[in-house]
């Protein structure tokens, strides 16, 4: 399914000429969208010869009313039109929520209530329970946090092999990370989730 798809992985600082081409996956650009990129601890993204297709982060810049204590949230999903329902969304949150369970932290999602197809993946997974719901300029959202079906998930997930996902290096223009992380993760694709679950087309986060 993914032949032609490299999934990357990288904790470090996004420089301005890498947020250039992110910019272009997603429809708003704004001060919201930077503090998400200058509080990341992991940013995913997935090429197709090259070409950047999608992305997908891990931030603490939180700002939903969430009573998680030590919550990250995994946000800025954002994929190409032409490569949506491929599965590409499913790989890209195994991800980032194996990253943020194995760092410590307690994932949380945040959906559209305009996005029913999303809400109602998480209202039927084990592996997230919503914990409440609140407007954000004049929209309905739903805060999901991630349940201990997930530590469990993450606790029984095979050792993953090196050739399935890239783990970028710092260019030598980046001397160091931004901040401090935790221990790099064992990232793994083609991942099952509970009961076989398909997950939809997600808005934007």
Known sequence: MFENLNFSLSPLCVLPEQREE??????????????????????????????LVAAGLVH?????????MNAVELGCMAVRPEYRRLGI?????????????????TPIIVIDAQNP???????????WDRERSFEQEGRLKFIYRATQAAWEWVENLPQASE???????????????CFATA?????????????GDQMPALGMI
Do not use: N
């Open 183 to 195: 221990p790099a993760i064992g990232p793994s694709l083609g991942i099952q989730l509970p009961r």
């Open 22 to 51: 992110l910019a272009q996956l997603y429809p708003v650009i704004d001060q919201r969208w930077h503090q998400k990129f200058d509080r990341l601890s992991l940013l995913v993204t997935v090429r197709d010869r090259g070409t």
């Open 60 to 68: 603490d810049s939180i700002v939903a009313p969430t009573d998680s």
């Open 163 to 177: 050739d399935c996902v890239e783990i970028i290096a710092p260019p030598a223009a980046i001397p160091a990370p």
């Open 89 to 105: 969304r499913q790989h890209v949150t195994s991800l980032r929520l194996e990253h943020a369970v194995r760092s410590g932290k």
């Open 117 to 127: 197809a999303s809400w109602a993946f998480y209202e039927r997974s084990e592996m």
